[in-house]
């Protein structure tokens, strides 16, 4: 059965930079064994997460937008890119409330001082951000914010690629290194997958 690579993209710039690189990485699992589909999260109408906690104990979420659509991609996804431009030292709301979303995806421990992740153990994933300025003090938390609530789902880190001093859509096609680096996040994503 074919292996499928599934990219969430944060920014709302189809023609943009985090896409540019999406799909560069996305030439490292070319071959037919491999099922590639990019989710722009723009296309999608969905709400923050509302802190029902009905997911606590229907280990499902309960409310009814287009994450619904979503949820069954990320599920069958054996490896995930993760990307999303700088929004204000942080990645954008939309990546934001996604992963807010994902919190249906934990299983707490009877007492809640553990969990367990319902996407399994492992699955490997990389995190892509990129943003104008060229110091990364100023890209803020935007890795982090990624970084740490995929990691408390019990995702692996197989890359991270941080690109600084892109501003204009689609300028980083013009960036041979990190367009090289685009490529090889994707080829170390996939060396989880054989
Ligand atoms: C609302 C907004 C806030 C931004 N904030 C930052 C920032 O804090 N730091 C930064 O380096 N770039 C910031 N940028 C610039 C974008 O990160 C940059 O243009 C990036 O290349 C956009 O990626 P995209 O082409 O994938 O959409 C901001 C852009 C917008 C529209």
Known sequence: MKKKVLAIVGSPRKNGNSVSMVKEALQAF???EYEKEIIYL????YRSCIGCEKCAGDKRCPVNDDMQKVYPVLEKADAIIFASPVYNYNITSW?????DRLYCYYDWSEDRRSWKSALGKNRPIGLLVVGEQDDTQHMGFALEAMKLPLKDLEFK??????????????????????MRKAYELGLGLRQHLT
């Open 42 to 45: 723009r296309d999608y109408k």
């Open 30 to 32: 070319s071959d037919k």
């Open 95 to 99: 990546m934001k409330a996604f992963i």
């Open 157 to 178: 880190i197989a890359g991270e690629l941080v690109v600084t001093g892109k501003f204009e859509a689609g300028v980083v096609k013009d960036d041979e290194d990190a």
